[in-house]
């Protein structure tokens, strides 16, 4: 069977501007793929080439081995997608609304009855079901948004920025689900800015930047990887400007930050021995530290020094 995403040589010319840079990638059966980047990075556009919205001035993109552009149709049966916060008509329900959209699809009757029970349940909006959409939170209607990308059954998910626009509460809820996704047996694409979001709920990641892909691997292995570790100090003293100085005149130490009154954060190379040092070296200068540990970010770091390097 043929993997489920596979883009190739994946070229985007919007006049001029090459939004998407020869771009090659595999999406594995089963995985969950955090597709990353900056803003502008070329995310949206290469979904929306995946997903027939938008054509590839060159490269192709095969869905279950089946080129988008030559039959858009059957690439996407087994597909469900999520691009940008879709607009959903505020009058009717969800129930209505998957009812109009599993029709569109060439569902039976049944089929979308059983279905949108089961998808409203996934989304954990079943008691919404019979609700006017208009009323809804962005956070309801991207639940509504992921419940409709599914409802035809597709293994292959894609999601442009899940989370994007949320609040803190709609963006767990959003993630609960997704983590849900990643229970069954789905394959999703997901891409988004948010390398702690990605850390959480991926197994892969795929790091673009100017529409070029730096790094894709699975996301033990890249964050096995990263040399740089973020580190996170906090004392019992204030952090003041000053301290901050000392700090960064350490050796090893770069792209040291205030991270609250009590609490800075830095960059530095090496395992457990280097940081040992570290950690002695800054008490050395008079701080009471408190808590000295790698924060979980390690994701973070890769991603930076990827991203400075294809400056
Ligand atoms: N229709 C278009 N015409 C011209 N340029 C475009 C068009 N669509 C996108 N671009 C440009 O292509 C680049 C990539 O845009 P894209 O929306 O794919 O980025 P993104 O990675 O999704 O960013 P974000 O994180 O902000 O959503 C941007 O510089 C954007 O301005
Ligand atoms: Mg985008």
């Known amino acids: 069977m043929s993997e489920p995403i596979v883009i190739q040589r994946l070229t985007k010319d919007f006049g001029g501007f090459i939004a998407v840079d020869d771009l090659s990638l595999t999406v594995p059966r089963r995985s969950f793929m955090g597709f990353l980047g900056p803003n502008g990075a070329g995310k949206t556009t290469a979904i929306k080439i ?6 590839a001035t060159s490269g192709e993109a095969l869905l ?12 996407l049966a087994d597909v469900g997608a999520v691009v940008e916060t879709p607009e959903f008509y505020p009058y009717l329900t969800p129930n209505e609304t998957l009812a109009y959209l599993g029709e569109l699809r060439g569902m039976s009757k049944e089929d979308i009855a059983r279905r949108s029970k089961e998808v409203m349940e996934t989304v954990k909006m079943t008691d919404w079901a019979d609700k006017r959409i208009g009323k809804f939170s962005k956070g309801m209607k991207q639940r509504v948004a992921i419940a409709q990308a599914i409802l035809h059954e597709p293994t292959v998910i894609i999601l442009d920025e899940p989370t994007s626009g949320l609040d803190p509460r709609g963006m767990v809820e959003v993630r609960d689900i997704l983590n849900e996704l ?12 948010l390398l702690n979001e990605v ?37 019992s003293q204030q952090v003041s400007g000053e301290v901050l100085n000392k700090v960064s005149r350490l050796e090893g130490i770069s792209e040291i930050r205030a991270a609250g009154e009590h609490q800075f954060t830095f960059s530095m190379e090496g395992g457990d021995e280097a ?12 701080l009471n530290v408190v808590s000295f540990k790698e924060s979980g970010l390690a994701l973070e770091s890769l991603y930076m020094s990827l991203i400075k390097e294809s400056r």
């Not at 279950?64 to 690439?75: F, L, Q």
């Not at 940081?275 to 008079?286: E, K, N, W, Y």
């Open 50 to 55: 995946l997903t027939n919205m938008l054509s």
């Open 182 to 193: 990643k229970k069954a047996d789905y394959t999703v694409f997901m891409s988004s800015h």
């Open 275 to 286: 940081q040992a040092r570290m950690l002695t070296g800054i008490q050395s200068l008079g």
């Open 64 to 75: 279950n081995g089946i080129d988008v552009t030559k039959d858009p149709k059957a690439a």
């Open 199 to 235: 850390q959480e709920v991926c197994t892969d990641v795929a790091l673009i930047n100017r529409g070029k892909l730096l790094r894709s691997g699975s996301v033990a292995e890249l964050v096995g990887a990263a040399t740089v570790r973020r580190i996170e100090v906090r004392t």
